[in-house]
Each structure stands twice: as C-alpha cells, then as structure tokens.
C-alpha cells in the first residue's frame, strides 16, 4: 500500500486519558429484594452509564465494575435510600 500526499498537512497528537475501570463491592444491609437492587443499580446507571452492577439481596451485596469514585458510588446509592457500610 502507498500513500502519496499532495498537499501540506498538519498532524495534531490529542493525548487521550486514559480511564481506569475499578470493581468496588460494597455492603448494603438495607437491600432486600430485587427491586432494590434494581433501585441501586439505576442509581448507579446514573453516575456511570457503562457500569457493570450486580445487586445480591441475599448476601446484601453490590459488586460494580465503575469508571467512577468509590465515593460518587456510594453516595450514588445513599441518595437512593440505602446505607452503604
């Protein structure tokens, strides 16, 4: 394959972040059945559309793979009505 450039050109080099997925597993004691989860997983959805949730009622556990803070989760899920521990 051959390039052949006719015409000057400027090349402009953007540095990309580069952001960091982390999996956070968090205790929620208030949760207590799907619905909640469901509840704090839209409350998550919020902070972080591409987040990965899953909400266990039983263990009372919400482990989130999240490109955001621990904190902006956590207070993500308090908003919603639950305590995080």
Do not use: H, W
Not at 4 to 10: A, G, K, P, S, Y
């Amino acid at each position: 394959m051959t390039l052949q450039l006719t015409r000057d050109f400027t090349i402009k080099v953007i540095e990309r972040k580069k952001v960091e997925i982390m999996t956070l597993q968090l205790k929620v004691p208030n949760m207590a059945c799907s619905a909640c989860g469901d509840t704090i997983t839209k409350a998550i959805k919020e902070i972080d559309p591409t987040a990965t949730v899953r909400a266990e009622p039983k263990t009372k556990l919400v482990e989130i793979e999240t490109k955001a803070s621990e904190a902006e989760i956590s207070q993500a899920i308090t908003a919603a009505g639950y305590t995080v521990t």
